[in-house]
């Protein structure tokens, strides 16, 4: 079920508001830019993420197809979202667990993962996953 | 493999180190960090006071320095890319240093499990202290 949450990243000049629903899966991606920033996201639809603070101190960080936009805080590095603008769900909004206010360490424990193959720009899992 | 330089960058290469290692990387002590900004940014990061390390900035206006909490250290972060690389201590003996495991190319196939760890009892002086014994000593002039 949906549940709106609160989210900042680690200076808090950043902050949003979004739509999740932590009983879905979460995802871990072994791609270049996962890899080095560990982003665990978890979905979120366009109108399902408002943010609310800081859109002037987020730069967007694109690669490779350029498809997909990594945010990230000027100030402090960390990344509250970032946008997948041509996946097999339309546009949808990768939203950082580990920004979110307010979820026990007891539920972090329990959410589901789905493990992708970014690397190979599949969305199938890879061979290899434990370490992410 | 003791004696090996691993290098490390952000995505994006603005930043970087190399960092020369005096044990075989399933030694290491890999630390995931508890405090906030390790959890925001997922980082497990190393050290040993045998080994030492070289920040570089390919980029260097791009190098971010962020400070928190009391401010004791920097922290690496590429202001183009976000990727967080590591962070310097200046302390009272010299530069000191940790670097990010996951922003080593290649990650060390064997490279050890990190263990969660809380340092947010440490007073100020205690931190200090336990970084310049810890940490790996800095070297060169890159950053």
């Known amino acids: ?132 | 493999m003791a004696g090996i330089v691993h290098e490390g960058s952000c995505h994006c290469r603005a930043i970087g180190f190399r960092y020369h290692a005096a044990h075989d990387p399933g030694s290491w002590s890999v630390r995931a960090c508890q405090c906030s900004f390790c959890r925001t940014h997922a980082a497990a990061t190393t050290s040993d006071p045998q080994a030492s390390l070289e920040f570089e900035a390919e980029r260097p206006s791009l190098l971010n320095k962020y400070r928190f909490a009391r401010r004791t250290a920097d922290f690496l972060v590429c202001g183009q890319c976000g990727v967080y690389i590591g962070a310097m201590i200046q302390a009272a003996r010299g530069r000191f240093g940790i670097i990010n495991v996951h922003a080593l190319s290649p990650i060390p196939a064997e490279v050890a499990t990190p263990v969660a760890i809380e340092y947010g009892a440490e007073s100020l002086e205690q931190r200090i202290a336990r970084r310049e014994q810890r940490w790996s000593p800095v070297i060169g002039t890159g950053i």
Request: aromatic share 10%.
């Open chain 1, 1 to 132: 079920m949906l549940k709106t949450y609160t989210g900042s990243c680690h200076c808090g000049a950043v902050t949003f508001e979004a739509d999740l629903d932590l009983s879905q899966s979460t995802y871990r991606c072994n791609c270049s830019i996962c890899r080095r920033t560990r982003f665990w996201p978890a979905v979120a639809n366009p109108d399902g993420f408002r943010l609310l603070t800081g859109e002037d101190l987020l730069t967007r960080y694109v690669f490779n197809s350029t498809k997909n936009h990594h945010y990230f805080c000027k100030t402090c590095g960390v990344r509250p979202f970032g946008v997948g603008n041509d996946t097999p769900i339309g546009k949808m909004y990768g939203v950082n667990i580990g920004c979110l206010h307010g979820v026990s360490e007891q539920e972090l424990s329990g959410l589901r993962i789905t493990y992708v193959d970014g690397m190979q720009d599949r969305l199938e899992s890879p061979m290899h996953f434990s370490h992410l």
